[in-house]
């Protein structure tokens, strides 16, 4: 089967841990994104990637990092410093033909607990 | 930065009834507009976009229509049925993206179809 896969669906951890969520993809596709999804709200995208090696961060990186050693695997870290981590994380994937944006397709989440 | 707002947050509609929620926007260099489709502890699902260069698209019972003078957009559901029901987000983005920008997501609109 092709598609997102992300492990584990719900993960616990206690406050001032490092914690890494990951994010495999078997579609051939060249950027993956991670989000954040609140209850009451939408999504918003953390960091993203268009290429391996390389990476950006988006609207609210701030206690988080990501790595794209692999074209198919994008994994976040939720740091320490990361104020209020406790959400629903979401990664997503697209093809990339040349700048043009094509379909997000996600994964199926993580829900990150830390108490 | 692109703004996007959904309305109506809920939406409750009877079984064979039509269903339409709206999205305005911001940005006037926005020209790709996804729809998703998010089940409960799920991963949201693509079910329907839309591009600038068109005024509306269809798919079955679903249908995207797109005004670019007055930046909006709706989703229409048409003859509902429950498996209808869940979260559904709009969001908007360039048709380029990556450092040129990424998809801003509505906050969602909760749909209920009653049997």
């Known amino acids: 089967d092709g598609g997102i896969t992300q492990s584990p669906k719900y993960l616990f951890r206690k406050e001032g841990q490092n914690v890494t969520l990951s994010c495999e993809q078997n579609?051939?596709?060249?950027?993956m994104y991670w989000y954040r999804q609140d209850p009451g709200q939408g999504l918003r995208l953390i960091y993203y990637?268009?290429?391996?090696?390389?990476?950006q961060k988006g609207d609210i990186a701030e206690g988080y990092s990501v790595s794209r050693e692999k074209k198919e695997s994008f994994p976040l870290t939720v740091t320490s410093a990361q104020k209020n981590p406790t959400a629903f994380y979401l990664c997503?994937?697209?093809?990339?033909?040349?700048?043009?944006?094509?379909?997000?397709?996600f994964g199926p989440g993580t829900r990150l607990t830390v108490t | 930065g692109e703004n996007v707002e959904q309305h109506p947050s809920t939406l409750s509609v009877q079984e064979g009834d039509s269903a339409v929620i709206k999205c305005t926007y911001s940005d006037s260099a926005s020209n790709y507009f996804p729809w998703y489709k998010q089940e409960l502890g799920k991963g949201p699902q693509l079910i329907i976009d839309?591009?600038?260069?068109?005024g509306e698209k269809k798919d079955q019972r679903i249908a995207v229509t797109l005004n670019k003078t007055a930046k909006h957009f709706s989703l229409h559901i048409t003859e509902t049925q429950p498996e209808d029901s869940a979260v559904y987000f709009c969001?908007?983005?360039?048709?380029?993206?990556?450092?040129?920008?990424?998809?801003?997501f509505g906050k969602g609109t909760k749909l209920s179809v009653k049997p």
């Open positions: 969001a908007a983005g360039p048709n380029y993206g990556g450092s040129q920008g990424n998809l801003i």
């Open positions: 579609l051939n596709h060249d950027a």
């Open positions: 997503a994937s697209s093809m990339l033909f040349g700048h043009t944006f094509y379909e997000q397709y």
């Open positions: 839309i591009r600038s260069n068109v």
């Open positions: 990637s268009q290429i391996v090696n390389d990476f």
